[in-house]
Structure formats: structure tokens, C-alpha cells
């Protein structure tokens, strides 16, 4: 079953826009991350923020944690062609069993 | 260091017969976990095995089964293969010297298709 919901399902945006994912989990977790996934390949992970954190950046990734209200968002800024992919949230309690959301199917439009 | 590897990446299987997927992990990590992506139901956690011991397990039938080899090497079989069982199937490996969570890296998947 899947812990989470990801919001929106699919985003269309223009290259050099910002895009905006949110991540929506329904218990207690250890840590939340985010990974990507080009058309149906492998998972490349693309940061990991821990509970007791509330907010990380990466390079153009920016991700926040509430763990009040069991969400997190992904914001991409500065979008290129090379970010169009699938995003995922995916959660654990602290050990290896990750917990994946739906995914957001992000297109950036040249 | 080379990444996760996963043979074969792609399989045509007929329903009834049974299937063998192999995973080899980052040089070093001793945790292997196994997932299943498929259309309706998204990705989904199968097993983990760490030290040749299953740790933990997802909530699969037991025609899903695992194990892993004293140098880390894992495989997945799953027997009396189902149409339903067409799915991308994904390895990670961590490092996970603790029950606490490391950082899973992913292989390129195997693509089962079940005719």
C-alpha cells in the first residue's frame, strides 16, 4: 500500500520556471527523500531530510519537512529540459523498507 | 565505484513458469532490498536482506522469495508467474551497518512482462 500522496499527479511547466512537488504521508517517519526516475528506469536518489530537520537544499533542489502536518514539498528551481522526469517522495521508519508515494510526472516545455 | 547492477533487463515470460532475477550491489554494502513498479499500484517494497538473512518483508505472496549470497549478491524468484506479476522490478543496495536507515542506491531495474 502506498504511505503517500503526491501532489500534483502530472506538472507542465517552461524551462526556466521553478516546479513544485508536494508529499503527503500518513504516519511517523525517521526520514523522508526524494528520488527521480527517467521514463520507467532506475531511481536516482536526490536528497534525504531527517524528521528532526525542517528544511535542505541540493544544487537547485530545495526540499521542507512538516512533520505536523506529514507533508514535504520539492522545489526544482531554475527547471531545465533535463529535469523532466518522474518524482517520487518515499518514507521509512528507520530501517530498509522504503515507503514510496505516486510520483509527480514533471515535463519542462523548452 | 561501479553501481548496482541488475541482470537480465528485460524478460518475456509465459504464465505458470517461474522466473530468477539477479542483483549485484555497490562493493561494499551488505543490504539488498528488492521493489515492484507497476502501473496500479506504484512501487512497492518486497524484501530487504542484510548478511544473508531476510530483515524485513513486504506484504507479497509467498510465490515472491529472495536470498542473498555471503558476498552480497542477491536474487528474487517468483514462481507460477501471473499476468499481474508484469511489472519493473528494482534492486537497491546500502551500506546499512545498523538496522537504522542508509541511503538505498538503485540499479537500472529488470522489465518482466508475463504473457
Known amino acids: 500500500s502506498q504511505q503517500g500522496e503526491e501532489d500534483p499527479q502530472a506538472l507542465s511547466i517552461q524551462e526556466g520556471e521553478n516546479a513544485t512537488m508536494n508529499c503527503s504521508y500518513k504516519t511517523s517517519i525517521n526520514n523522508l527523500q526524494w528520488y527521480r526516475q527517467n521514463s520507467g528506469r532506475g531511481l536516482v536518489h536526490l536528497i534525504l531530510i531527517r524528521s528532526n530537520e525542517r528544511e535542505k537544499h541540493s544544487g537547485r533542489l530545495r526540499v521542507t519537512l512538516d512533520t505536523s502536518k506529514k507533508s514535504s514539498s520539492l522545489l526544482i528551481t531554475a527547471s531545465r529540459a533535463a529535469d523532466t522526469a518522474s518524482y517520487f517522495c518515499a518514507t521509512d521508519k528507520g530501517a530498509q523498507k522504503l515507503v514510496f508515494g505516486q510520483g509527480t510526472r514533471l515535463t519542462i516545455n523548452p | 565505484k561501479a553501481g548496482v547492477t541488475q541482470t537480465p533487463r528485460y524478460l518475456i515470460k509465459t504464465r505458470g513458469q517461474q522466473v530468477t532475477l539477479s542483483c549485484s550491489p555497490i562493493?561494499?554494502?551488505?543490504?539488498v532490498s528488492w521493489y515492484q513498479q507497476t502501473p496500479g499500484q506504484g512501487l512497492q517494497f518486497l524484501f530487504e536482506?542484510?548478511?544473508?538473512?531476510?530483515?524485513n518483508k513486504g506484504n507479497f505472496p509467498g510465490r515472491f522469495s529472495g536470498r542473498q549470497f555471503s558476498n552480497s549478491r542477491s536474487e528474487m524468484n517468483v514462481s507460477t508467474l501471473e499476468l499481474g506479476d508484469s511489472a519493473l522490478y528494482l534492486c537497491?543496495?546500502?551500506?546499512?551497518?545498523?538496522?537504522?536507515?542508509?541511503?538505498?542506491?538503485f540499479g537500472p531495474g529488470t522489465r518482466l512482462t508475463v504473457l
Open positions: 536482506y542484510f548478511s544473508e538473512t531476510q530483515r
Open positions: 537497491a543496495s546500502s551500506f546499512a551497518g545498523t538496522a537504522n536507515y542508509n541511503e538505498q542506491f
Open positions: 562493493s561494499g554494502h551488505r543490504s
